[in-house]
């Protein structure tokens, strides 16, 4: 059996080692970018989605990772609401995945780069019929 080949981030700190696989982050990022508000997707429209045609396994799609020595990249996109603020979103998101991966990992995060590229209009809001009075129906039905 051939060995899978997984990229990974060192920590070394005195006796420590750590090696942490990109597909850690990867999912730590996806669960955060889930977590707000607006997102309808992480990863790109299906016909679009350059990021996943050489991966395979369970990896979140549309994120890339890399990683270095302690720090960490990622280039990922999403698809959002209609209506909601971008720049407030991609602020939010920028917040939760830094944090998150500090948190977990210990790793800094030297950038985030965020490619919206889809949106999701709602349904058309549905036109009521003006309500009338039962009795004045069955006198005009007379």
């Known amino acids: 059996m051939k060995d899978k080949k997984i990229t ?5 700190k005195g006796s420590l080692s750590l ?4 597909e850690v982050v990867e999912k730590i990022v ?3 970018t889930l977590g707000v508000d607006g997102i309808v997707r992480v990863g790109g429209m299906p016909h679009k989605d350059a990021f996943n045609l050489f991966r395979k396994g369970r990896r979140p799609r549309g994120i890339m990772v890399e990683t270095g020595e302690d720090e960490v990249a990622v280039d990922m996109a999403i698809s959002v ?3 909601i ?8 998101i920028r917040k939760r995945i830094t944090d998150a991966v ?5 790793y800094e995060v030297r950038a985030i780069t965020i490619s919206v590229d889809g949106i999701q209009i709602g349904e058309k809001p549905r036109v009521e019929k003006p309500k009338t009075d039962k009795k004045e129906e ?4 007379k």
Request: net charge positive; aromatic share 6%.
């Open 102 to 106: 500090k948190k977990i990992t210990g």
């Open 85 to 92: 603020s971008i720049p407030d979103l991609v602020t939010q």
């Open 8 to 12: 990974v981030a060192k920590i070394e």
């Open 138 to 141: 069955k006198k005009t039905k």
């Open 19 to 22: 090696k942490i696989a990109d």
């Open 81 to 83: 609401k209609y209506g």
């Open 30 to 32: 996806y669960n955060e």
